[in-house]
């Protein structure tokens, strides 16, 4: 019997010898989170999602671009949108942008038609109960329109209970409701119970009612159909055109390897479905869709059993996303993890002469590496070869300069300018020309790479 017991705690002892060498040495374990180690278990061994991940920010991220007073301003949200369209010169993507605009332009013609025809009612009405908070309401507005409603717009691009916080703090604040009502519901419910029934009773007739209630459906579904627009029109559901990824299948199985890893997951933003195959609003949905990306082709309309088209959109880990965001992009930080990996000592963000920072400095077989990294946007080819050239040129006057001062004196120093363009042929090309119009060693040992090749 005590054999029998002490066999399994032999072979942990065992297993906690074999591994000593890899439980002492900590280093990597400690200074990357386990969500970290494993979306970049995934990022080395799959190709696509390198390719995905080592897009720019404003590529890769659902970004919005708001202008306010001639100020133009750009926030990335942690949200990928998985659509089975793929590009905007599809004629889906078009059936469905006509669709959700004539149905906006409908919406706004009943919403016009019948406020025109109870505006002498609702005039007297709001000078009535509304008359103060009016006033000050259109006030504050021809004073800074932009602060008002600045909170609304953005949150209406964050989320759905955002914009209904927003909405609802502005209402109260000029007192139309009262601190008691939180949330569209409530306001609803206020509306047909309180304000309604009580207070107008005597002027509005059940007709009236039902008008009023009809208004209210089509701004609720100009609001859906806005968020809808900002799901199809966003630069993010064009990813699948930057990678290498030729077809929709494979993208669901990476989206799905990044789905089971917990590296996306499903988000609380409202999802969009819609069969292109029926006449317009047959069968057209807003729903919470939590679900594995591979079983998203799986959904056909219930009426006519074809294909639905969608646009679902998963929210990135909220450590990824902090990575992606930032000013170097993740390709600082996946050199770092490599760096790491390869128990090689290295500095970050190092400042000289005041005005030179430098991203990366390490040490390699008697060479040191000066690392400047930079992410571009792939959709400008068309200037990537100037900027390409620009910036490994930069690189390498500044570190002449920080020679010249005295630092690196006795070092063998490489500038390498790390990038997330795979094309070669233009690297290569970028790098020939650089070399034959400065002749000095430092410019013909200049490297543009990518992490791949580090």
């Known amino acids: 019997m005590q054999q029998q017991t002490a066999y399994p705690y032999f072979h942990l002892i065992n297993y906690i010898y074999v591994n000593f060498a890899f439980l002492k040495n900590e280093t990597n374990r400690t200074k990357m989170s386990v969500k970290k180690e494993i979306f970049y278990n995934v990022f080395w061994k799959h190709k696509g999602a390198r390719n995905l991940f080592l897009l720019s920010k404003e590529e890769f991220l659902d970004t919005k671009t708001f202008t306010i007073d001639k100020d133009t301003t750009s926030v990335s949200f942690p949200r990928i ?3 089975n369209i793929q590009n905007k010169d599809e004629h889906l993507f078009g059936q469905i942008k006509f669709r959700t605009e004539t149905q906006n332009i409908k919406k706004e013609s009943l919403i016009t ?3 025109e025809k109870y505006t002498p009612i609702l005039n007297n009405l709001l000078e009535t109960k509304f008359g103060k908070s009016i006033q000050t309401f259109l006030k504050d507005l021809e004073v800074d329109f ?5 909170p609304l717009i953005f949150a209406l691009f964050t989320s759905e209970k955002e914009f209904e916080k927003k909405s609802i703090e502005l209402l109260q ?6 601190k008691h009502i939180n949330t569209f519901s409530e306001l609803e419910t206020y509306f047909q119970r309180e304000a309604i029934s009580k207070n107008f009773k005597n002027i509005l007739s059940e007709q009236n009612l039902l008008n009023l209630f009809e208004i209210l459906k089509a701004v609720k579904d100009i609001y859906v159909n806005e968020v809808y627009k900002g799901l199809y029109n966003s630069n993010q559901v064009l990813v699948s055109s930057f990678h290498d990824i030729d077809n929709f299948e494979d993208r669901l199985n990476l989206f799905s ?4 890893s917990e590296i996306i997951s499903g988000s609380t933003e409202d999802s969009f479905i819609e069969c292109t195959n029926c006449p317009p609003a047959t069968y057209r949905g807003v729903l919470q869709l939590k679900t594995d990306p591979r079983k998203l082709r799986e959904m056909k309309c219930p009426i006519c059993n074809s294909p639905l088209t969608f646009y679902v959109p998963y929210e990135l880990d909220k450590s990824i996303y902090e990575i992606v965001k930032s000013k170097d992009g993740l390709i600082l930080d996946a050199l770092l993890v490599k760096l790491r990996n390869g128990n090689l000592g290295f500095s970050i963000n190092q400042v000289f002469l005041n005005d030179i920072e430098i991203d990366c400095i390490y040490k390699i077989e008697g060479m040191l590496c000066i690392v400047e990294c930079k992410m571009y ?3 400008t080819t068309s200037k990537l ?3 390409l050239k620009e910036h490994l040129t930069k690189l390498v006057n500044d570190i002449l300069r920080i020679i010249e001062s005295g630092k690196f004196k006795n ?3 490489k500038p390498i300018l790390l990038v997330n363009i795979s094309d070669n042929n233009l690297l290569n090309q970028v790098m020939n020309e650089v070399k034959n119009n400065n002749s000095h060693e430092l410019f013909q040992g200049a490297k543009i790479l990518t992490i791949e090749q580090i």
Do not use: C, R, W
Not at 146 to 150: D, G, N, P, Q, T
């Open 81 to 83: 949108i998985l659509s």
């Open 113 to 115: 038609e019948t406020i």
């Open 146 to 150: 932009a602060e008002m409603f600045s």
């Open 173 to 178: 604040k000029y007192e139309f409701i009262g």
């Open 257 to 260: 390897i990044l789905y089971e």
């Open 377 to 379: 946007k792939q959709n």
């Open 385 to 387: 070869e100037s900027k």
């Open 411 to 413: 070092e063998k120093v």
